[in-house]
Every structure is written in C-alpha cells, then in structure tokens.
C-alpha cells in the first residue's frame, strides 16, 4: 500500500500517527524547509504555537518549491489527523467537478440525418 507523506512541524517531541499516512516531525521552520526541498511532501501541517512571522515565511517559501503541496495549521495532535485528511481530501476528491454537457442537439442532428 503505498502512503501519504505528511510533514507536521510542532515543537513537541511526541510523534503524531494518522491512518495510511507516513508522518514525519520536524522541530522548527527551516528544517521543515530543508525537508520540502528532498521530499514531496503532499500536506504541511504547522503547530499554532509556531510564530506568525515563521508561518509566513515557511507558506511563502513552500509554494516555489512543491506547487502541490497544502499547508495547514492544526492546534493539537488530537485535531491534526482529521486537519490533514480534511484538507488533502478536499482537494483531492476524485471527480469532484463534474461538467455535464447537453447533448440534445447532437442527438437531433444525428437523428434527422438517419431519418434523411
């Protein structure tokens, strides 16, 4: 089976565990920066506790180097398993756009060419 990588940049030392999804902890922004540039990471979560300043900076920076990757913030590791799922799910849902096309003409057309 293969996993979701996701990059959680908390302060805590405690490794989080989500369902199918390989975590990886880092303990401040520029390391996380660092991981990005190796790894496509496919959802960045960062800790509230991380500083504005450092936030800006690492969502600045994560967009030039994986277009694709979503960053999210989470408050506690009770919440980052369903702020993750929550957040690539909503972005990564297969079909979600349908266009349906009228066809009403074509099949008239088509029709009145048999008919003919």
């Not at 496919?42 to 694709?68: C, E, G, S, W, Y």
């Not at 009770?78 to 799922?85: F, G, H, I, Q």
């Amino acid at each position: 089976m293969r996993h979701l990588e996701v990059l959680v940049v908390t302060p805590q030392t405690t490794t989080s565990k989500i369902l199918n999804w390989k975590v990886s902890n880092v303990s401040n922004v520029e390391i996380a920066i660092e991981k990005l540039q190796q790894r496509p990471y496919k959802v960045v979560a960062i800790n509230k506790t991380i500083a504005a300043i450092d936030k800006t900076k690492f969502k600045q920076i994560a967009t030039i180097l994986n277009t694709d990757a979503i960053v999210v913030e989470y408050t506690d590791n009770n919440t980052l398993a369903d702020t993750v799922k929550r957040a690539y799910w909503s972005k990564h849902t297969p079909q979600r756009e349908r266009n349906y096309l009228d066809n009403a003409f074509e099949i008239k057309l088509a029709n009145s060419i048999n008919l003919n």
